[in-house]
């Protein structure tokens, strides 16, 4: 499976971007899929899951309210509505496959998958 998560870009303070993030080579309709982001001398966060069905979605309290992922499984496609955005979610958001467990979790070892990352930077 390869995920390639695309959308990012640069965005003022209490804009939009809209992620997404295709997955080719095998369906993931049944995986529990995530984003999660990293800062320059950070490390990786978690930032939204939703499990295989669409029916959980869970979100860190930091985004919470601001972000929305949602899926499309005719296309095999996972996205990530960011709303409100700030300076603090500059990073590079990384999407993620969970083929195993399918539940939705915010737990990166939990992810089996990886895609390559997108940048997102917000200017105040």
């Known amino acids: 499976v390869q995920l390639q998560a695309f959308g990012g870009g640069l965005a003022q303070a209490g804009g939009s971007l809209r992620l997404s993030c295709a997955a080719s080579?095998?369906?993931?309709?049944?995986?529990?899929m995530g984003w999660f982001r990293q800062a320059p001398g950070k490390e990786r966060e978690f930032v939204a899951t939703?499990?295989?069905?669409?029916?959980?979605?869970s979100y860190a309290r930091s985004v919470k309210g601001r972000f929305t992922i949602s899926r499309d499984n005719a296309k095999n496609t996972v996205y990530l509505q960011m709303n409100s955005l700030n300076p603090e979610d500059t990073a590079v958001y990384y999407c993620?496959?969970?083929?195993?467990?399918?539940?939705?979790?915010?737990?990166?070892?939990?992810?089996?998958?990886w895609g390559q990352g997108t940048q997102v930077t917000v200017s105040s």
């Open positions: 993620a496959a969970d083929d195993v467990l399918r539940y939705g979790s915010s737990r990166a070892v939990d992810y089996n998958y």
């Open positions: 080579g095998r369906t993931l309709r049944y995986a529990g």
């Open positions: 939703i499990n295989w069905s669409g029916e959980r979605t």
